[in-house]
């Protein structure tokens, strides 16, 4: 996968550490970055968190957060990036919440996914998000999402450089 491939060089070349917290994607984004050659080298860590308990005890996740929005929201997808990148020594974190399907939960399509990107600067964190939606089965959804998250990557960072 060519997206991939030029993520690991984007990561080595800006020298980001990446971390994942990744719930729907179930570890895909981590997987398809190892399968790389020379990715250890931008690779810090990688959470699979599922249920509300994880996101709370492995990323920080308020149980304000979690209540006060859905578990598919950009709102708990920033906290689990954020999450990420605080309990992590990276400088990049990606964080993936959704419904993969096949039935719609808490009436959320399937195929919602909300992702954020987090990013170190100058010590402070800046985060980015957004919610696509991807046709097909879970493990269609999955893949989709996962490449997605990672092209979005090198763009969200790029806007840190205009700011």
Known sequence: MEVVGRVVEYLKQHRLRLSTAESCTAGTIIALL??????GACLEAGYVVYSPQAKQQVLG??????Q??????EEVARCMALGALQRSRSSVAVATTGVAGPEPMDGIAPGTVCFA??????GEPRLFSATEHFPGGRSEVRQAAALHA?????????RLAQD
């Open 34 to 39: 190892s399968d790389v050659e020379g990715s």
């Open 61 to 66: 996740v308020t149980d304000e957060c979690l």
């Open 68 to 73: 006060r929005y859905n578990l598919t929201s």
């Open 117 to 122: 990107w987090a990013y170190e600067r100058r």
């Open 150 to 158: 990672l092209a979005q990557l090198p763009h969200y960072h790029a």
